[in-house]
């Protein structure tokens, strides 16, 4: 098994994970709070920060598909992994959830 792609994917769900909790807190900051607040005074660096995240989730895209076509999962699977890195906290269960099905998928089979 080539691990480093498997490392690459990890790394990068971690990531797009974390920026993606920053997207939110500008977000709901943005949101929540009146227009002199610190949120609306620093709008132009979330705005990098969102775009940013953007080309970071391509390329987990990208390694997401790699993985799907190296492990012959499922497109449904595929799906469901991109899906669940769209929303925060749960990214990372998805991230480990994957992370452990390739680790089960390398594993010789029981007798």
């Not at 490392?7 to 943005?30: D, E």
């Not at 607040?37 to 920060?49: A, C």
């Not at 499922?74 to 991230?95: K, N």
């Amino acid at each position: 098994m080539n691990d480093r792609l498997l490392r690459a994917y990890q790394v990068m769900a971690t990531i797009v994970g974390l920026n993606l909790l920053v997207v939110m807190a500008g977000f709901l900051g943005k949101l929540l709070t009146d227009p002199g607040s610190f949120w609306h005074r620093h709008q132009d660096t979330f705005l990098i920060i969102d775009q940013v995240h953007g080309l970071l989730f391509i390329v987990l895209v990208v390694l997401v598909a790699k993985l799907t076509l190296r492990q012959k999962w499922s497109w449904g699977y595929m799906v469901s992994v991109l899906l669940l890195a769209c929303i925060p906290a749960v990214s990372f269960a998805a991230e480990r959830r994957t992370t452990h099905r390739v680790h089960r998928d390398a594993a010789p089979a029981a007798v």
